[in-house]
């Protein structure tokens, strides 16, 4: 068996890539250890926020271009995706913090995305229960949210549906032959050969870019999450806030489900993590901090997922410097929303030549240290 593109991974990166290489005509192989989705990745362990709002420069053509996309992403891939468009909330709790958000949204409004800024009593119309402590606002009401495993599954169907072929429950290792990739050996032993390799296999890929002697600046993390028992309806968009490690938004469940970069402890054998109990208090009395009708509920259940993350919290997205080897990984908290476009833009680098909103991200980037240190600040460290 052979393909132009052999995809290995079918996260909601690998599984996007696949459909848009697939839709354009590309033969395609889509190849997983397991299934679209599947624990522990960051794809199902994801809180499924669509924020457009805050991105890094580069990424915000990429991003207002998706969140176009999720406005018919179920049509499209023919799959209820639970898009929710509720809109999302980025507070301030103190006049310090003011700047932040004026400048936030100065940067988003300069680059297209539908933004405003909220003060108190605004807020309070989008969010009844919201904290007193919340004094302002930056609102994006084109965001939201939909569900991870259901937009990779919808994907990768899709990409099937297409033409691609989809080989699951089989790790994929690529060939490296005369110092190029030729394709990959599956888990029973097979040689399958392909023009590229894309290698979109998100917290694995730290083992197996070592293996390939490809030195990035990538780490994986374990990331928790938390959800309350279902509750009645209080919260239509996501809220985030300046001052707090938090994302909080009600699913279409009616449970509350609490992210915001708090690190799990990794386990045997990697990459595997499991919710730390002190960070899980913490994280829990920080949403009740933004919604106080939260004290009342109990928690549900709480898990953790693995994250390749870059060094400067940008993906890595292009060639490898290894010849038939493509990366795109190390999407570092922030690859969800931008997932529909990622893919159209792969494909179209791979088929028709450099994409150019891909180069801010191409792995050869020399990275900006001041990039990493805001990075590194924005996560609570074990
Ligand atoms: C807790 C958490 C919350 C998040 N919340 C948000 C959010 O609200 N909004 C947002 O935009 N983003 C969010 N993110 C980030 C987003 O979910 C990720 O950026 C995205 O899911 C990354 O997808 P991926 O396909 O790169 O990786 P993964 O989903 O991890 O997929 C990698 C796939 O590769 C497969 N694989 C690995 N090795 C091999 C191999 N050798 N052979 C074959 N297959 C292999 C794995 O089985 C897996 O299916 C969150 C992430 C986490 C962890």
């Not at 593109?5 to 690998?14: D, F, L, P, S, T």
């Not at 709002?53 to 969140?67: C, T, V």
């Not at 406005?71 to 509720?86: H, R, Y």
Request: aromatic share 6%; glycine share 10%; charged share 15%.
């Amino acid at each position: 068996m052979s393909a132009d593109v052999i995809v290995v991974g079918a996260g909601i990166i690998g599984s996007s890539i696949a459909y848009h290489l697939a839709r354009a005509g590309a033969s395609t192989l889509l190849v997983d250890r397991s299934a679209p989705a599947a624990a522990p990745g960051a794809t199902w362990a994801s809180a499924g926020g669509l924020r457009s709002q805050g991105r890094y420069g580069p990424e915000r053509p990429i991003s207002l271009a998706a969140s176009i996309r999720w406005q018919t992403l179920s049509q499209e891939l023919d799959a209820n995706l639970e898009v929710a468009l509720g809109g999302h909330l980025h507070v301030a709790e103190s006049e310090a913090e003011f700047p932040i958000i004026e400048e936030r949204v100065a940067a988003d409004r300069s680059a297209g995305i539908a933004i405003e800024s909220l003060k108190a009593d605004e807020l309070r119309k989008i969010v009844p229960g919201i904290a007193p402590s919340a004094l302002m606002g930056a609102y994006t009401p084109g965001d939201g949210q939909a569900h991870p495993g259901r937009t990779a599954r919808a994907f990768a169907a899709a990409a099937v549906r297409h033409g691609a072929r989809a080989i699951y429950d089989s790790h994929a290792l690529p060939l490296c032959e005369g110092g190029r990739v030729t394709g990959i050996l599956t888990a029973s032993g097979e040689k399958l050969s392909g023009g590229t390799v894309v290698l979109a296999t998100g917290a694995w890929s730290i083992a197996l870019l070592k293996d390939l002697g490809i030195d990035l600046p990538i780490r994986w993390r374990g990331l928790q999450m938390l959800l309350s028992e279902i509750a009645p309806a209080m919260l239509a968009p996501t809220v985030t806030a300046v001052g707090r490690n938090l994302s909080l938004k009600q699913s279409p469940s009616g449970q509350l489900m609490v992210g915001g970069r708090w690190f799990a402890r990794p386990q045997a054998p990697e990459p595997h993590a499991e919710p730390i109990d002190a960070h899980v208090a913490r994280q829990w009395s920080s949403a009740v901090g933004i919604l106080p009708a939260m004290a009342h509920l109990r928690l549900a259940q709480s898990w953790a997922g693995a994250e390749a993350q870059s060094l400067d919290g940008s993906p890595f997205i292009g060639p490898s410097g290894l010849p038939g080897l493509y990366l795109a990984t190390g999407f570092s908290n922030h690859g969800f929303q931008i997932s529909p476009e990622i893919g159209r833009l792969v494909a179209s680098d791979l088929l028709s030549g450099p994409e150019p909103l891909l180069k801010a991200f191409r792995p050869d980037r020399p990275l900006s240290a001041e990039r990493a240190a805001a990075f590194k600040a924005e996560t609570i460290l074990l």
